[in-house]
């Protein structure tokens, strides 16, 4: 018996309107009509503009800035199974509080967690997202997760460069495995900045495993926030003998003056994706686009074909 395709819509929340138009374009498929109320109180309240019975439906949101956009993104949820989809995909760019995905002192929340249960119990039968803080996280959902794998959109930009004596660096020890993985795409060797914190977002010191001497040095991160540890990173890294040092992040979180130690740091780039918005433009910042990453991941779910096909470089 023939396999059966449920017609597919694709809805963008506020705050990756720009990357769903792109991701639309790419799948040969106009984005839906929705509408988000704003009330004076500060609530809000999406609502579908068409039918969605019988659909299969993908909601796309990025949950930076968690409370607003995870909000919508849980109200867009319930709408669409209140208005009979199918089937519901939510899918999240970017899953913001995934650093928070253990207990790493007393009393506080596990907040990666919290978000799952709460996509879950929104009605959600499953999500896609990219380049989580930890690929355990996966392990948080009772419901298939799709985690698309960054390395296919940067290897070949990296590739395209002609870096002669490539190194890849992990600006911490928690990354290794992370640049370990990046590094087997070039047969690189690989050295690790190891670094000691005061508090979050503030680093005591740093040191570098590892020789750099005459290397043009990659780094490899999944978020960039204050870019504190890149900058230091970087920092050290040339002032041990590299030859250039660029870094390559997923997530452009870019907090409070990122973007300012970004253009005084010595990198030579820092390359990320769109998977949130860039807050404003710098010629030491490429921005690369995963909207064809994700349209083809949208198209395989839908017609039942393979995610894992998406990841060959």
């Known amino acids: 018996m023939p396999l059966q395709f449920n017609p597919v819509k694709l ?16 799948y040969g498929k106009p984005l839906g009509s929705v509408t988000i109320h704003k009330f004076s109180d500060g609530e809000f309240q999406p609502s579908f503009d068409e039918s969605i019975r019988g659909s299969d439906v993908f909601l796309i949101q990025s949950t930076y800035q968690p409370s607003d956009n995870l909000m919508e993104l849980l109200l867009m949820v319930d709408a669409a199974k209140r208005a009979s989809a199918h ?10 509080l995934a650093r928070q995905d253990r207990k790493d002192k007393p009393r506080v929340a596990i907040g990666a967690k919290l978000v799952a249960n709460l996509l879950k119990s929104a009605g959600i039968h499953r999500i896609m997202t990219m380049d989580l803080h930890a690929a355990q996280i996966q392990g948080f959902f009772d419901i298939p997760v799709d985690h698309l794998d960054g390395s296919v959109i940067f290897v070949p930009y990296i590739k395209s460069l002609g870096l002669k004596n490539l190194t890849i660096a992990s600006p911490d020890m928690g990354g290794s495995y992370r640049a370990r993985t990046f590094a087997k795409f070039f047969n690189a060797e690989v050295i690790i900045c190891d670094k000691r914190r005061k508090r979050a977002n503030e680093i005591e010191s740093m040191s570098i495993i590892g020789d750099v001497t005459g290397q043009d040095v990659v780094l490899i991160d999944d978020i960039c926030d204050t870019a504190g540890t890149l900058s230091k990173a970087a920092a050290l890294i040339m002032e041990n003998g590299a030859a250039s040092v660029r870094a390559v992040c997923t997530h452009a979180v870019l907090s409070g003056k990122a973007i300012e130690t970004v253009e005084n740091s ?16 710098s010629p030491k910042i490429r921005v690369l686009s995963t909207a064809s990453l994700f349209a083809r991941a949208i198209a395989n779910v839908n017609e039942h074909g393979s995610i894992s096909d998406l990841f060959r470089v």
């Open 87 to 96: 089937y519901i995909t939510a899918v999240v760019p970017y899953y913001g």
């Open 11 to 26: 809805f963008s929340g506020t705050g990756s309107k720009g990357l769903s138009l792109k991701i639309a374009e790419h």
């Open 266 to 281: 010595v990198l030579t780039e820092l390359i990320v994706t769109d998977t949130i918005p860039l807050k404003q433009e």
